[in-house]
């Protein structure tokens, strides 16, 4: 799996929410629901995300905001655009399908 992120939404994510990049969230595939909260690793750094957003983003990718990315990318996470071999577990399956 791969991550990437994101610094600006035009407008409310999926979700109705706001755009915040200091919040854990992402944008991902279909396969997964609106407020679905992964657990997202590569190494000894791991980070929980809530599913807010959709893109055009194939299986296997994730887009971060940049809190999230940073602690999974480390000091030079502006450097690095892509991170890659992440891992990716659901934790808690949100309410909403779409």
Known sequence: MIATFYTSSPGPTASGQRFNPRAY???APYGYRLG???LVSRGGRRV?????DRGRLGHGHLDLTPAPFRALAGRHWRKVGVVRGLH???VRRGHRRS
């Not at 929980?48 to 807010?52: C, F, N, S």
């Open 25 to 27: 969230t992402c944008a």
């Open 36 to 38: 679905d909260v992964l």
């Open 48 to 52: 929980r995300v809530t599913v807010t």
């Open 88 to 90: 990716c577990r659901l």
